[in-house]
């Protein structure tokens, strides 16, 4: 489907995101023919470069992070003239004018009709102030005569419950919830939106997708890095805001949800934010119990060593912020009563790994439990994200020879045995969605809040609370040894890539 003609504006053109992931994506969109006819890209940036500069940097990361399969020195050439460059200080508005004028000159030479996409690929402290300053310049309104207009918001969407509140209310004074889209690029991820087709056009697995038949869900994403030099942002930041509040509680959503009365952005979300409202608020006891947070400590790996995250450049000694955070909960709804959900995130991991692993009960029938000499022989469903974007299936099968002893098998789909089928990246499918008006995988403001409002709890525990343990583990561990405490009887977190022989997909070691 080909979007209306319009611009597409980056705040923050002269950083990483934009050269690494956005360009690359949008040029990815045009070699795909998924580019309106009159296009074209505004950079803003507080970088005082020329315009054919800012085509050089460009260039350099199509040719480095685009799909190979896309890359013509030809097309480059032409698709970098309809990039455009403009320098401004985005926090003063007096540097607005000089945007403004740009892009109106922009929108006549293309003739896009006044329907512009403003991305936000600033700090977050400048996404109130830009959108305020783009509302008193008369940018943001849209109707038949001005076009319409949109704001892509990356994240964090907020510090805390109050922040994101203020942060939704801020953004409301000059864009309206239909316009806003706020990006989480988990959700870009094809195998992420294919739980959905996997869970309701099968019938195989939605009759079982309940409290009768599965025993427990389980979310992993591990980071096989460390903070990678950005110890000043992360040290603020956490594992809890940064990857949890947000990509862990949004694939849940994803597993959990009831099913949609149609496939559109407000049936979706409207499941989505029925997943929040039902998780059950955690007590103080429950974070004591239920919530772990780690750290790592410097250790060696393949005999090289690595510095713990108080060693790492731009983190305080005296530091306390968890780089590692597991947690047990439970959704209080009709489908989901009494199953408890096993979710962990980490930096230092040994793999860099997303999945969801849903847990099936095992057999009742106590006679055939003892013919496993491993209880861990019952169903599984992985789900994979990244990086070997698949789903495996783990079912008993009996052993060749006498007896009736069990052992797993695997049947497993993998994205990469598509060889003719490009695998779009997230930012490709997400800003192709808001090109075209579809809000499905972006986060709605009563969503953010409602998330905020389930983790708020554990960060107000840590911040008033000293007595809560912050365990240290070695980097390249699973983290702290605590956590297969969380987990009921004698069942165990699955350990990604532990033996990939047996693992059935791939992962980065």
């Known amino acids: 489907m080909k979007p209306d003609n319009h611009i597409f504006v980056i705040f923050g053109a002269s950083g990483d995101l934009t050269w690494r992931k956005l360009i690359p994506a949008i040029y990815e969109l045009q070699q795909q023919e998924m580019l309106p006819e009159r296009f074209a890209v505004l950079g803003v940036g507080r970088s005082a470069i020329s315009e054919e500069a800012f085509r050089t940097k460009m260039g350099e990361g199509i040719n480095e992070f685009a799909d190979t399969v896309f ?65 008193k310049l008369d940018l943001c309104k849209q109707n038949t005569q001005t076009g319409w207009k ?141 919530v772990i947070r780690g750290q790592y400590t410097d250790s060696k790996i393949k005999g090289e060593r690595i510095p713990g995250y108080i060693q790492e450049e731009g983190v305080p000694k005296n530091s306390r912020t968890e780089t590692f955070v597991a947690m047990k909960f439970y959704i209080d709804n009709w489908r989901w009563g009494g199953v408890p959900f096993y979710i962990r995130t980490g930096k230092k991991l040994p793999t860099r790994v997303t999945e969801i692993t849903v847990h099936f009960k095992p057999t009742p029938h106590p006679h055939l439990l003892k013919m496993s000499e491993d209880n861990g022989t019952q169903g599984m469903l992985v789900i994979r994200i990244q990086p070997d974007e698949g789903i495996l299936l783990k079912f008993g099968m009996k052993e060749p020879g006498a007896g009736f002893n069990v052992q797993q098998a695997n049947m497993d789909f993998r994205y990469s045995q598509l060889s003719d089928i490009h695998l779009p990246s997230s930012y490709e499918r997400l800003i192709h969605d808001c090109m075209i008006g579809d809000a499905s995988l972006f986060t709605r403001g009563d969503a953010v809040e409602a998330a905020w409002e389930f983790v708020s709890p554990i960060l107000d525990a840590w911040k008033n609370n000293p007595a809560i343990k912050l365990y240290g583990y070695p980097a390249g561990s699973w983290g702290p040894a605590s956590v297969d405490q969380l987990i009921d009887g004698n069942a165990q977190w699955r350990y990604p890539c532990k033996n990939l022989a047996d693992d059935g997909l791939y992962c980065e070691l």
């Open 71 to 135: 890359i013509n020195e030809s097309d480059i050439t032409a698709f970098l003239q309809k990039l455009h460059y403009v320098s401004i200080d985005t926090a003063k508005l007096e540097g607005y004018q000089t945007f403004k004028k740009m892009l109106l000159a922009l929108d006549k030479d293309y003739q896009t009709e006044g329907n512009v996409i403003y991305y936000l690929s600033t700090p977050p402290s400048l996404y109130a102030v830009i959108a305020e300053n783009l509302g």
């Open 150 to 290: 949109r704001l892509i918001v990356e994240k964090p969407f907020g510090y805390d419950l109050e922040t994101a509140q203020n942060l939704n209310k801020q953004l409301l004074e000059t864009f309206t919830e239909s316009q806003l889209y706020r990006i989480d690029h988990y959700l870009g991820k094809e195998t992420a939106q294919n739980i959905l087709v996997t869970r309701f056009f099968n019938s195989i697995f939605e009759p079982l997708w309940n409290r009768n038949y599965i025993d427990r869900v389980e979310i992993t994403s591990a980071e096989s890095v460390g903070v990678e030099g950005r110890g000043g942002y992360y040290d603020n930041a956490g594992a809890l805001r940064d990857m949890l509040q947000n990509h862990l509680l949004q694939l849940v959503a994803l597993t959990a949800m009831e099913p949609p009365t149609e496939f559109s952005s407000q049936s979706i979300r409207n499941e989505v934010l029925k997943v929040f409202q039902s998780l059950r608020p955690l007590s103080v006891e429950d974070i004591a119990y239920n």
